[in-house]
């Protein structure tokens, strides 16, 4: 009955997929829905999005062997970044009109930062969109008992997620979000109250966690854990902020004020729902602490599914695996979609000036197939955790990306000359220290990287210029576009 439901599910994902995929008719549609999206829809896609595996996953099987104190860079870290994004980046980027991150880079500076951006946003997805793929071998393998491999699971669900997002777009992703937000939220709120009475409530299970020191968020008083621990929470934080499918959900608002609401209020429930599967894991190790706990030291991403399996009925299986498929395929379309679109439009489009608009969404599909291929090869290929994955997956933008998107924004000063100093010094520096040292260094790589990328955005702006501007990317361009 499982496995049925589970072809169904995917059965009916795919025909309101394709069913928005009718309705596309122009780049714009394909890639930021028109931006005619309200406020709700908005905030469910922003929700939608970032829930997926590693919130359902990744997230509560590092709380089970860490802690809060092992989690600061998501949900804590990644919340914070779609606020930031809400009040301070919204607003600004909405009103330019332009259909991906890298259009900023290109009007605010020149094509030679556009390009170097671009592909760092490009490669930071790999990472993030890997993890997504991964969950779902996961999941078939489980529901099928073994008949179908990690592996297998890993191609069939590309395949799914690749034939409504490739025909669908952004138009396609925001709809099913709509739809799977109300699914994610219903059934993992049910199997959370089955579990609570299984341990005779909430407060039992928090107050084990509280004893078991779980619940302890700061670090002890040592200053290297701190900067480990900050430069977690930064990472994801200013990381994330430079992201193409933060900037969609931004631009595919119907205004800038719910473009702002959309972000902050989805930040806003997507940190307090990420406590609920967190729940039900630890909830595990009191229901069967022999099992879990030995669980937990082979494979902790396996505790939440298995819990479901082993003590559930059919009927929440059913709903718990819906809700898991819900969050896990909202958030590899949308992340399939972004990095596929940021490329097309920024790198792709540069080589080909004069195609029109319906032979441009046949490139931004056509790149949306190439990068799912690519993240497929990666997913197949990496042993490191769901949660790793998305937490490593931000090191590159906060390095090359993040600087030059705030002081482009932010600093009427920031020249051309800044913004290629700022990408390479930060990207260098990162590369550098990463295969050095690694991450047994007193600093985090990509913290240096961002330490390098602050000082040269600020000495190549201010020393004299051997890059000149062109008129159009001179600092008042904002005030121009409005």
């Known amino acids: 009955m499982l496995i049925w439901f589970v ?7 795919i025909s309101i997929g394709l069913f928005a995929a009718t309705r596309v008719k122009t780049t714009k549609d394909y890639a930021v829905a028109g931006r005619h999206l309200p406020l709700p829809v908005v905030m469910a896609t922003v929700f939608a999005t970032w829930f997926g595996a590693e919130a359902v996953f990744g997230v509560s099987a590092t709380f089970v062997k860490d802690g809060l104190n092992g989690i600061v860079a998501d949900p804590f870290g990644s919340s914070m970044c779609l606020v930031i994004a809400g009040f301070f980046f919204a607003t600004q980027l909405y009103k330019l009109n332009i259909i991906t991150l890298g259009d900023f880079y290109r009007m605010r500076y020149n094509r030679a930062v556009e390009v170097l951006t671009t592909i760092a946003i490009v490669v930071s997805y790999l990472g993030w969109v890997a993890a997504q793929i991964k969950a779902l071998g996961l999941i078939f393998h489980i529901i099928t008992d073994g008949a179908v491999s990690e592996e297998a699971g890993m191609i069939l669900g590309t395949v799914i997620v690749l034939t409504y997002t490739t025909l669908g777009g952004m138009l396609s992703v925001a709809i099913l979000d709509f739809v799977q937000m109300s699914v994610i939220i219903g059934g993992m709120l049910y199997i959370a109250y089955m579990v609570s009475g299984m341990t005779g409530g909430i407060a039992p299970v928090v107050e084990h966690a509280r004893l078991a020191g779980k619940l302890d968020f700061l670090p002890p008083a040592d200053p290297w854990l701190w900067i480990t621990f900050i430069g977690a929470w930064m990472t994801m934080m200013l990381g994330s902020i430079p992201q193409q499918d933060v900037f969609q959900r931004i631009t595919s608002a119907k205004s800038a004020k719910v473009a702002i609401w959309g972000s902050v209020l989805g930040a806003s429930v997507y940190f307090c729902f990420t406590f609920v599967p967190m729940f039900i894991a630890y909830s595990a190790t009191i229901i069967d602490p022999g099992f879990f706990n030995t669980l937990i030291d ?4 396996r505790v939440l599914p298995t819990l479901v399996l082993q003590h559930m009925p059919i009927a929440a299986q059913v709903i718990f695996f819906g809700a898991v498929l819900s969050a896990i395929m909202s958030c590899s379309s949308a992340t399939l979609l972004a990095p596929s679109i940021s490329f097309a439009e920024n790198i792709v489009r540069g080589y080909f000036p004069h195609l029109d608009d319906r032979g441009f969404l046949k490139v931004m599909r ?11 090869i990666y997913a ?11 937490e490593s997956a931000y090191k590159i933008t906060l390095a090359g990306a993040f600087v030059p998107l705030f002081f482009g924004v932010f600093w009427k000063r920031a020249t051309n000359q800044g913004a290629l100093a700022a990408i390479i010094g930060g990207i260098g520096t990162w590369v550098l220290v990463e295969v050095l040292v690694g991450e047994e260094g007193l600093i985090p790589p990509q913290l240096l990287g961002l330490g390098v990328s602050i000082i040269g955005m600020v ?4 020393l004299p210029q051997k890059i000149t501007h062109n008129r ?11």
């Open 472 to 482: 159009h990317e001179q600092p008042g361009y904002l005030k121009h576009q409005e």
């Open 459 to 462: 000495a190549g702006s201010l």
């Open 380 to 390: 197949l290929n990496t042993e490191l955790s769901i949660f790793r994955m998305v």
């Open 298 to 301: 082979q494979d902790s991403q």
């Open 366 to 376: 056509i790149c949306l197939v190439c990068f799912a291929g690519c993240v497929l």
């Open 7 to 13: 072809i169904l599910y995917m059965l009916v994902s």
